[in-house]
């Protein structure tokens, strides 16, 4: 049981992985790293519900509700992030922020 | 059993590296195909034969949207849709958490995820759309790369566990059977109050960031200066 | 047919005797089989788990049929605050109108844009009516039910599901909600659907935060989520808690018109600034999901601050009675209680919608984010404070604290500068950009 | 501009409970509520069409109402008309049609072979009516217009002369005809056919 769980969180996490470094949309490589917590939240309520050892326990969830508090938390600053660099730039491809890039 | 997930997991990954955005369209299509089969067999490989168990079935068609919902988020190329895919993703990972008995966890997700996180993502979908589709939303970037990564790193994640051994089966009665939303209520303030408190003032942060990086500052009226 | 043969078939309907004897032709035959197959069926009632499927299925059909009915009341209130009658053609005092509408929206033709996006075009009505019916899940409609037939002392609910999160699963559901209104807008290619979709957005996510403070309120005040549970507290205490919260419930009341889309807060369609709003490019059957939707939602929105509020199925405040009795009977007057108070309740609504004229955007968001957001947190802190020194359990300290909240914001009304309507003050300027 | 052309508005102050906006809702709502419940107001306001109109009730205007149109008959039972295009000139819809012919009366030149109006074109302005030299074409005050195709609604020179004859009882033809084609020996010029010879 453990392990089926286990295994869809990180098949979510490492899909969220390859499309945060494939894509080329900030917004999509934003979701991609609300993918990448969706895996983790799984993985933790999965971890607190079947134990390795000792009794099932709540602990599991209560992380993973700060998770989704961290979440949030990114998700606002990310979004507000993008929307300035939007403004600025007028494009929302990676590829094309390399101010900062040695050229 | 390692050769064959090694199979598995290669299909997929060769699946996502055709069905990613920027190929031909048979490519996507064989690519789609490839990637189902893996799902499909990955499913069968964790149920059937290594943890046989109850509520198999409900498990596997929440995860096998999941899945499809996932790999659609990072493949479609048109951002609006990743976003509603993003969407049935949460619906199906809330649904699993209500089968580990993680009821209010399932509800915080929905309200807090699709009800306000994902709507804004929308939000900024459509004011930042475009009339025809961007060079950045149909061309990947390294995706060779990008699949062989992940594929290495999941490879090695399922390798392991497969190897570890399986946990003892705990009956659904072992939860303290009051009501989840009254455990996790007394377990988030007493045991962790403290790191709630700070999440609460994480979140405090979050929101005066993101006014302060997103104001937009008023613009001096020329006119009014010039009566001035 | 021809001319005539409609012509006279319109007469008769208007005729209330032959009204009454089609009803009868229509309902004594399924009475009939009800009541002749009841031997069938008795066990399905006793069930656990098929009882809440047949609860379902009643209420489903209930709310669907109430909706078109819920339409028809809404012209003829229309008509009586503007001093006309309303429909009154089809049929008698014009009783099948709900009819004659869904045919008519049956039968029109069902127009898709050239530039629309399909999917999402199709998907959103579809999105809207499902989110607002599934809200039904949770509420209990008449509490906890006994047949004769059964085990002594045992009783089955009629609730289609009895959840340990309750109240959570009506916000959860809610705030998918708005993904309808939205994708409309998006889809439609459209500036003023996508207007509107955009308001939408924007209004339910800001009036969801009072709605929350809202009902954290009486959730302190209940300790439990569960609605069959807050509602049993009511009817045994035979203190409703609009007596307790009155400030609570107001605030809940506004939120409810504006989740629900309804004037004064009906900006993502105001007619009269984007021409429908997110279903302008709709019409026959998709647009009728949409109405049914709005409709749907409504019932669902009051059923629930009913059963937080106004006591649910208890038939009368201040009294215990009904509250145990799980007889069949008891059960039936319980649901029809329930039943009326919900009606009572929409009748309101569309009193109201015909009363207050429509919001201003920017005075929609300041009365969320000013008035209603402080007034939630200075009423869920004072509630909270209570709750602390035990105060939960008499019901007058709550209400103390109701009023003296409310005197508080009278007073901070009474001193303060600023104008709550917005009119007077200017706004500045901005930089022009897409975003 | 000079300061003394600035005109400072003084805002109404606003008492606490205006502030709280609660209290106007309510009487807003007490108002329609009365609204609501007031049979009588509502019987004298509405009218319940198809069985109360305005015509039965003496309210329409029948001297100026302008509905359907229709064609003149002249004393003889002749079409009126002399086809000489001012209507259809004046008409700012472009509605009327008409094809003119030989006249077959040694009184005037032309008559209309063919005299069409659009219902659904036209917007009812009674401009035709204004232009026609001979007043030929009138607006009545018939105003139950329908149909069920657009063809229908195309009203021909039989159609409208039939109007004519339903709706002379009721408003009868506005004045003598400024040509009375000879046949009374006329006082004024005839405008319509100046060069027929006339007979007395």
Redesign the interface.
């Known amino acids: 049981m453990l392990g089926a769980y286990v295994l869809l969180g990180a098949v979510l996490f490492v899909l969220g992985l390859v499309g945060f470094v494939v894509r080329r949309n900030l917004i999509i490589m934003f979701l991609c790293t609300e993918m990448m917590f969706q895996g983790i939240i799984i993985n933790l309520v999965a971890f607190g519900r079947y134990p390795l050892a000792g009794a099932p326990s709540f602990d599991g969830q209560v992380f993973a509700l700060f998770l989704i508090a961290v979440a949030a938390s990114e998700a606002a600053l990310a979004l507000a992030l993008v929307v300035l660099l939007f403004r600025h730039r007028r494009t929302l491809d990676a590829n094309a922020l390399t101010l900062l890039r040695d050229e | 059993m390692a050769g064959l997930l090694t199979i598995i997991l290669a299909l997929g990954a060769v699946g996502l590296f055709l069905a990613l955005p920027g190929g031909q369209a048979r490519a996507v299509r064989a690519g789609q195909i490839g990637l189902a089969a893996s799902g499909v067999g990955l499913l069968a490989a964790t149920l059937g034969w290594l943890f046989p168990w109850p509520g198999a079935n409900f498990f596997a068609g929440c995860a096998l949207v999941a899945l499809f919902a996932a790999v659609r988020v990072i493949t479609h190329p048109r951002p609006v849709y990743s976003a509603l895919y993003f969407v049935l993703l949460i619906l199906a990972a809330a649904a699993l958490l209500v089968q580990m008995q993680a009821e209010f966890l399932a509800a915080a997700l929905v309200i807090v995820y699709a009800g306000a996180i994902l709507v804004t993502y929308v939000f900024v979908i459509m004011l930042a759309q475009q009339a025809r589709p961007l060079v950045h939303d149909i061309r990947s970037h390294e995706p060779l790369l990008g699949c062989l990564a992940g594929f290495l790193l999941l490879w090695s994640i399922a390798v392991r566990l497969f190897a570890a051994p399986v946990p003892p089966a705990v009956p659904a009665a072992d939860l303290p059977a009051a009501g989840t939303v009254a455990a996790v209520g007394t377990s988030l303030l007493t045991t962790y109050v403290i790191a709630m408190q700070l999440a609460g003032l994480l979140l405090l942060a979050a929101l005066v960031g993101a006014i302060a990086i997103a104001r937009r500052r008023p613009l001096r009226d020329p006119l009014l200066e010039g009566e001035e | 047919m021809t001319n005539q043969t409609i012509q006279r078939v319109e007469g008769a309907l208007r005729n209330p005797l032959v009204l009454v004897g089609v009803g009868a032709v229509l309902t004594v035959p399924a009475a009939l089989v009800l009541v002749l197959a009841f031997p069938l069926y008795r066990g399905l009632l006793s069930d656990p788990f098929w009882f809440p499927l047949l609860v379902m299925a009643a209420v489903l059909f209930l709310i669907l049929n109430a909706t078109a009915v819920c339409i028809l009341a809404e012209r003829k ?1 229309a008509g ?6 309303g429909p009154n053609r089809v049929g008698f005092w014009g009783l099948l109108q709900p009819v004659a509408d869904g045919l008519k929206f049956l039968l029109k033709e069902d127009i898709i844009p050239r530039r629309v ?1 399909k999917p ?1 075009f199709l998907l959103a009505p579809c999105l809207a009516l499902i989110v607002s019916l599934v809200g039904f899940a949770v509420i209990p409609w008449a509490g906890e039910v006994h047949w004769p037939w059964m085990e002594a002392g045992t009783t089955v609910s009629t609730q289609v599901a009895r ?3 309750g109240i ?2 009506v ?6 909600g ?2 309808g209104l ?2 409309a807008g ?1 889809a439609s290619n459209n500036k003023y659907s ?1 207007y509107g ?2 308001r939408a ?2 209004q339910m ?1 800001s009036y ?1 935060l009072p709605l929350g403070l809202a009902l954290l309120c009486v959730l302190l005040t209940t300790g439990t ?1 569960r609605l069959e549970e807050i509602v049993n507290q009511q009817a045994h205490s035979g203190v409703w808690y609009v007596f307790v919260h009155p400030l609570a419930f107001l605030l809940i009341v506004i939120c409810l018109f504006a989740e629900t889309n309804r004037a004064p807060f009906d900006l993502p369609e105001a007619e009269q600034e984007l021409v429908g709003g997110y279903h302008t490019e709709y019409s026959a059957m998709k647009f009728a999901l949409f109405f049914l939707a709005e409709y749907a939602h409504m019932i669902t929105g009051s059923a629930v601050a009913i059963a937080l509020f106004l006591g649910g199925w208890a038939p009368l405040p201040f009294t215990s009675w009904l509250a145990d009795n799980t007889a069949w009977w008891a059960m039936l007057l319980k649901f029809g209680v329930y039943l009326l108070k919900v009606a009572l309740f929409i009748g309101v609504m569309m ?2 919608r ?3 004229p429509r919001f201003r955007f920017d005075q929609l968001m300041r009365l969320a984010w000013r008035s209603l957001v402080p007034l939630g947190l200075l009423l869920m802190a004072a509630v909270a404070v209570l709750t602390l020194f035990g105060g939960q359990r008499v019901w007058w300290a709550g209400l103390g604290v109701n009023v003296l909240v409310l005197l508080g ?2 007073w901070w ?2 001193r ?1 500068k600023q ?2 309507t917005g009119r ?1 003050e200017d706004l ?4 022009f ?3 | 501009m000079r300061d003394e052309d600035i005109i400072v508005l003084q805002e109404p102050k606003l008492s606490p409970a205006e502030r709280l906006y609660l209290p106007q809702i309510f009487d807003g709502m007490v108002t329609t509520l009365r609204h609501m419940f007031s049979l009588k107001r509502r019987q004298q306001v509405v009218r319940q069409y198809p069985e109360d109109t305005r015509q039965g009730r003496g309210e329409l205007r029948i001297a100026n109402y302008r509905g359907v149109h229709r064609l003149n008959k002249d004393a003889e039972g002749r079409v009126a008309c002399v086809a000489c295009f001012m209507c259809s000139t004046a008409c700012p819809a472009h509605c009327i049609h008409i094809e003119a012919g030989e006249s077959p009366w040694p009184d005037r030149e032309k008559y209309p072979v063919k005299f069409e109006i659009d219902e659904l074109r036209c917007i009812y302005c009674g401009m035709c009516e204004e232009a026609c030299p001979v007043d030929a074409i009138e607006l009545t005050p018939h105003y139950e217009l329908v149909g069920r195709t657009r063809e229908e609604m195309i009203f021909d020179k039989e159609k409208l002369l039939q109007v004519f004859e339903e709706t002379k009882h009721t408003k009868p033809r506005k004045d003598p005809p400024i040509t009375d084609y000879g046949l009374t020996g006329g006082q004024g010029k005839d405008v319509a056919s100046p060069n027929v010879e006339r007979k007395v």
Do not use: K
Request: hydrophobic fraction near 55%; charge should be negative.
């Open positions: 209130i009586f605050t503007q001093d006309r009658y996006d999402l959840l340990d999160i959570l699963y916000i959860a559901v809610g705030s998918l708005v993904y939205v994708l998006y996508f979709g955009l957005t924007a996510i969801e989520l009193w109201v015909w009363t207050i914001v009278l009304a009474a303060s104008p709550m007077q500045p300027p901005v930089e950009g897409a975003m």
